[in-house]
């Protein structure tokens, strides 16, 4: 059942949430918007510029500034909140201070009386997603992260240039931890309903090569991003808008969402990013797919990392 008020409340208005609020209000996603933010000004100002770009949009969404108590009745607290990493520090680090500004920002929302669903962008997101679960205390179907959702964007992408299509008819997906253990299933791939491996061997101008050098890109998409223009922000936030519409929309597509992992591809209590079910409940299942050994092992690897990374956090 698709939820009667289409509500987010958005935590944290930094490039990604405003790039997420921008893409919100261009789509017409939701009928409410709250900004909540540690800068009350600046969340104020946020919904200010929104509001006046209403006229222009099409939309007739409600947008403003408000406190935690907005949560209540949201159908989706949306967090993109953190700190950066600074120089020299570790990743263990890191995430540590990013536990602490969660936990500040989690116990308020839960406070509030929220029983929706949070969608997290805070990275490392698969280990963002988990502290939020374990803070909330909300079933893990209602606590997903977007996971590799962007990164097989951008694969899908590479691959419709490659084979000159539209990457809406290429399926292929970006697996495991949002980050460097990240892989492409290939026996996987497909265009069309025809598998990308069948094509390389049927057509000698294609090469596996390519695709590994494409997998690669990928992989180091964001810090090519960063490198040039110190953030990436315009695709997560389109990412959470197709997360969203997913939910209210009670879709039931299939996107590559952070999601606990139980018993699903020989894992248990941990999120990763794997092919899902998405609809009015958050993560309604995950679906399966028959990995070749080789790609189990790398799901092994990078599931294995994301578990031993979240105990040592204490």
């Known amino acids: 059942m698709k939820p009667d008020k289409r509500k987010i409340v958005l935590i944290g208005t930094g490039l990604v949430g405003m790039s997420f609020a921008y893409a919100l209000l261009n789509q017409n996603a939701c009928d409410e918007l709250a900004l909540v933010d540690i800068d009350e000004q600046k969340a104020q100002g946020e919904a200010m510029d929104l509001n006046h770009g209403l006229a222009f949009s099409g939309s007739h969404m409600r947008i403003y500034a408000a406190g935690y108590e907005c949560c209540e009745d949201a159908t989706i607290v949306a967090v993109c909140a953190g700190v950066n990493q600074k120089p020299g520090e570790s990743r263990i680090d890191l995430l540590r201070r990013n536990r602490e500004v969660f936990r500040t920002v989690i116990e308020p929302v839960m406070a509030s009386g929220f029983s929706g669903i949070f969608l997290i962008a805070t990275n490392p997101v698969d280990i963002m997603t988990r502290i939020t679960q374990k803070l909330s205390g909300l079933p893990p179907r209602r606590v997903l992260g977007t996971g590799t959702t962007l990164d097989s964007a951008r694969l899908r992408y590479l ?123 958050g993560v309604l299942r995950v679906i399966t797919l028959p990995l070749s050994p080789e790609e189990r092992d790398k799901m092994d690897a990078s599931c294995r990392f994301l578990r031993e990374t979240f105990q040592n956090l204490g």
């Open 159 to 281: 691959l419709g240039n490659y084979f000159s299509v539209d990457p809406r008819n290429i399926h292929a997906y970006v697996m495991g931890e949002h980050g460097d253990s990240e892989f492409v299933p290939w026996s996987q791939a497909m265009l069309a309903t025809k598998p990308v491996i069948s094509i390389l061997q049927a057509h000698g101008e294609f090469s596996f090569q390519r695709l590994q050098q494409m997998e690669e890109e990928v992989r180091s998409a964001a810090a090519k991003i960063i490198a040039a223009k110190k953030a990436t922000y315009y695709g997560i936030g389109m990412a959470m808008v197709r997360i969203v519409r997913a939910i209210f929309g009670d879709e039931h597509s299939i996107l590559t969402v952070s999601s606990l992992l139980a018993g699903d591809y020989g894992q248990e209590e941990v999120y990763a990013g794997a092919p899902c079910v998405v609809g009015d409940g």
